[in-house]
C-alpha cells in the first residue's frame, strides 16, 4: 500500500525531544485503560504512532488487533518491538470492516490525525460489543505549559500548530469541551474523563530538570484529576446517550 501517511515515520524513530513527553504518555495511559477494563479480554486498537502503548497493550489483553495506514509505520514498529504479540493489520480507519466484536477499543492519540474525527467514532462504536467500553486520548491544546506560554504572550494561539505537530501529521488539537462535544454529536456519551500528565513546562525545561521517574510518575498521578491542564485528555465513552 502506497500512501502519504508513510512520510510520517520519521517521527516515530525515537530521535526528537518530545519523545520525552510521548514516552511518559503512552506508557501511562495503557495502565489506566486496563484499570477501567477489568475482565475484558478483546481489543482493537487504532494506529501504532511510537508504538509504546500497543507493547503495553499486548501485554494486558488475550486477543489484540491494531490499524495501522502506514506500511512503514508497521515496518517501524516491528523493528523496535519485535517480541510484540499483537495482531497488526494494515488499513485505513476508514475503510476496516469487521464482523467481530470488542470489549475495548482505543484511539490514542489518532484523532488529530484524521480527515473526520466523527465519523471514525460513529464507525467504531457499532464494533463494541455488549457493554463494551471505548477509550479515546488526544493532545489538550490548554495543557498548563501553554496557558501559561499565552498569558506570558509567547503563544498567542495555543490551537495553533507547531512544525512539531506537522511532522507529526495532526491537523487539530483538543480541548475538554472540543472533545466533549465530538463524542455527544455521535450519540455517544462521555462516561469518566481524566488528564494525562501534568505538565508544568515545555519539553525542553522539562528535561533540562532531569526530574526522577518517581516525579514523573507523580506527575501523571497528579493530572488524572485535571483533564483541563494535562498535556493529554483521555475519555471513557459509551455507545448509549446519556439520559435527559
Not at 456519551?189 to 488528564?195: A, C, F, I, S, Y
Request: glycine share 8%; with cysteine; aromatic share 8%.
Amino acid at each position: 500500500m502506497t500512501n502519504t501517511l508513510d512520510a510520517h515515520v520519521e517521527a516515530y524513530s525515537g530521535k526528537n525531544l518530545y519523545d520525552f513527553d510521548n514516552e511518559i504518555l503512552l506508557n501511562w495511559y495503557p495502565q489506566r485503560i486496563a484499570l477501567h477494563s477489568a475482565g475484558a479480554r478483546s481489543l482493537l486498537e487504532l494506529g501504532l504512532g511510537h508504538g509504546f502503548s500497543t507493547d503495553n497493550f499486548s501485554r494486558l489483553f488475550d486477543r489484540h488487533l491494531v490499524l495501522e495506514g502506514s506500511g512503514a509505520v508497521i515496518e517501524n514498529f516491528q523493528r523496535r518491538f519485535p517480541a510484540c504479540r499483537a495482531e497488526v493489520v494494515e488499513t485505513y480507519f476508514e475503510n476496516f470492516d469487521t464482523d467481530e466484536r470488542f470489549d475495548v477499543i482505543v484511539m490514542g492519540f489518532i484523532l488529530e490525525h484524521v480527515d473526520d474525527p466523527r465519523l471514525i467514532i460513529e464507525r467504531y462504536k457499532h464494533l463494541l460489543a455488549p457493554g463494551g467500553r471505548m477509550f479515546i486520548a488526544v493532545p489538550n491544546a490548554a495543557v498548563m505549559n501553554r496557558r501559561l506560554g499565552h498569558l506570558a504572550g509567547l503563544l498567542p494561539d495555543m490551537e495553533a500548530l507547531s512544525e512539531n505537530d506537522l511532522l507529526l501529521g495532526h491537523k487539530r488539537y483538543y480541548t475538554v469541551e472540543t472533545l466533549s462535544a465530538d463524542v455527544e454529536q455521535v450519540g455517544c456519551q462521555v462516561d469518566r474523563l481524566e488528564g494525562i500528565y501534568l505538565k508544568p513546562l515545555t519539553t525542553r525545561q522539562m528535561v533540562s530538570l532531569n526530574l526522577s521517574p518517581d516525579l514523573i510518575q507523580s506527575l501523571c498521578r497528579l493530572g488524572v484529576d485535571y483533564p483541563e491542564l494535562s498535556c493529554g485528555i483521555l475519555a471513557e465513552i459509551s455507545a448509549g446517550k446519556a439520559a435527559a
